[in-house]
């Protein structure tokens, strides 16, 4: 019964949903390792629920019109029918185990990851995500290879987030102090949506990325950039990387638009109220200021702005910290 469902699922699902079955090389595949499970599981469960909806709808009107009082003016009582009992007990019980299985084995593929997965930090923080590399590589956007199961370890700076990739099925919560996981591969290059499916805050529709799958010599190019060649030290990331890869630009513009924070267009040595302490004041945007808006962001805070600002203390080296507020110097 349940192949038959399946096959009876399936193609109507390749009816309902072609874009989830993709043909590629002569066979179906889908966009990531659980797009197609979660589509036909997803697909069985409707199926089922039609089905019993039309029967249920079905006998309703039946015994509407059957047992209407005009024809049956008095009453008759149906007592213990054990033919009838068992039925209605045992037929839902299976199909509620059925739905059970289809989630569960679709569950424990999700939760065994291969060995050779290339393990990916994730961390969210209000409001922007960061991916980072075993070699050190980081960037705001899940660059991967194709073919290549990605193990990613999820975890929070702040408040609760959740990972959505919508077009791979796949959402796990980011948990501040806890460490949590998902798996995937995905075999067709292209560009998905990553998006935050946790209220987190007043830039929470804002907390967008997106998961770049990208041939393997592409990928082995692009991941390898950072990394230390024979002897030579790597090149220091040029400034406006490093603030993109640290989230600093989901908040703070180059060009002079608000964003959640103060653009960063000619911020240095100007002169803005601030609040310290309750207590506002004035005050001129110089190395010193800027050195702790980055370590200690809560000391002083810009006028009409919320404080949401993580610390960066450990994350930025005193170097790069120099860099930073060199580039910010220089952006009139
Ligand atoms: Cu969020």
Known sequence: ?????????????????????????????????????????????????????????????????????????????VRESLLLEITWTVIPTILVFIMFYVGWANFLTLREVPEDAMPVKVKARMWSWQFEYENGRKSDVLRVPAGQPVKLLITSSDVLHSLFIPAFKLKEDAVPGMETTLWFYSDRQGEYDI???????????????????????????WHSRGKEKKGEPAPPPAVTELLDENGCLDCHSLDGTTVAGPTFKGIFGRS??????????????????????????????????PE?????????????????????????
Request: glycine share 6%; proline share 3%; hydrophobic share 45%.
């Open 1 to 77: 019964m349940y192949s038959l469902l399946f096959i009876l699922t399936d193609s109507i699902s390749r009816f309902i949903l072609p874009e989830a079955h993709v043909e590629s090389k002569g066979s179906f595949s889908a966009v990531s390792s659980l797009t197609e499970k979660v589509d036909d599981a997803f697909m069985l469960i409707l199926i089922i629920s039609l089905v019993l909806l039309a029967l249920v709808t079905f006998f309703m009107i039946f015994f509407v019109i059957r047992y209407r009082q005009k024809k049956n003016p008095a009453p008759s009582e």
């Open 272 to 305: 803005t109220v601030v609040v310290t302490d309750g207590k506002e004041h004035e005050i001129v945007l110089n190395e010193e200021y800027i050195k702790r808006s980055i370590l200690a962001p809560g000391a002083d805070i810009v006028k009409g702005y």
């Open 308 to 332: 949401i600002m993580p610390s960066y203390e450990g994350e930025l080296s005193g170097e790069q910290i120099e860099d930073i507020i060199e580039y910010l110097k220089g952006l009139r």
């Open 195 to 221: 998006y935050c499916a946790e209220y987190c805050g007043a830039g929470h529709s804002a907390m967008n990325s997106k998961v770049v799958v990208m041939s393997g010599d592409e990928f082995s190019l």
